[in-house]
């Protein structure tokens, strides 16, 4: 079973800046099956990356995903207001189980 | 516009069966190149999935180990939509319940979530 661990729990920052989110796979997993997902609060997550680092459908180009191995990182190069969100890693190259990360919480500073 | 619309009881009795529909609109649950599943988030457990069914010339199914004996996901292709039956529900069933689709990629559509409570 494949456990994903996302760090920081929380980030603060303010808008305009840059935000850099971990996940990191309990054991090495292929990048073609990691994804990243947005959830705001009483909506259900929008997907925002797949593959690692394509973006979805309609996704702003401000959001980016990179990584191999065991550490993927979604960065966010500058920050808008409603980009403060949870943020959630998956990894779902053992279909049909999903695995899903604990989720980091990017709050406004 | 393609969209998920759930619906179901918010309240369910312990020991009682759950049961939610997901209506598809702009897509079709019959699709070749689709699967649609239902997950469930809690506070306690975080996102959970619970099983899925596609069609490849014919239905597949795939559950939870963990909820394995007591889940039933059916196409409907009539009403194009699928449900969920989850039998002997417990508390710990408690949950927000999505329907979602993969497609181009992984859970790519959702639902807009049923909040679900076992309780008496």
């Known amino acids: 079973e494949i456990v994903l661990t996302q760090s920081p729990g929380t980030l603060s920052l303010s808008p305009g800046e840059r935000a850099t989110l971990s996940c990191r796979a309990s054991q090495s997993v292929s990048s073609n099956y990691f994804a990243w997902y947005q959830q705001k609060p009483g909506q259900a997550p929008r997907l925002l990356i797949y593959?690692?680092?394509v973006r979805a459908t309609g996704i702003p180009d401000r959001f980016s995903g990179s990584g191999s191995g065991t550490d993927f990182t979604l960065t966010i190069s500058r920050l808008e207001p409603e980009d403060f969100a949870v943020y959630y890693c998956?990894?779902?190259?053992?279909?049909?189980?999903?695995?899903f990360g604990q989720g980091t919480k990017l709050e406004i500073k | 516009q393609v969209q998920l619309q759930q619906s179901g009881p918010g309240l369910v009795k312990p020991s009682q069966t759950l049961s939610l529909t997901c209506a598809i609109s702009?897509?079709?649950?019959?699709?070749?190149?689709?699967?649609w599943h239902w997950i469930r988030q809690s506070p306690s457990r975080g996102f959970e999935w619970l099983g899925r069914?596609?069609?490849?010339?014919?239905?597949?199914?795939n559950y939870a180990g963990s909820v394995n004996i007591r889940i039933t996901i059916s196409p409907d292709t009539s009403k194009n939509q699928f449900s969920l039956q989850l039998n002997s529900v417990t508390p710990e069933d408690t949950a927000v319940y999505y329907c979602?689709?993969?497609?181009?990629?992984?859970?790519?559509?959702w639902g807009q979530g049923i909040v679900v409570t076992v309780s008496s």
């Open positions: 702009g897509d079709s649950v019959s699709s070749n190149s689709a699967a």
């Open positions: 979602a689709r993969v497609g181009v990629g992984p859970f790519d559509l």
């Open positions: 998956q990894y779902y190259g053992n279909s049909p189980e999903y695995a």
């Open positions: 593959g690692a680092s």
């Open positions: 069914t596609y069609y490849r010339s014919k239905w597949y199914y």
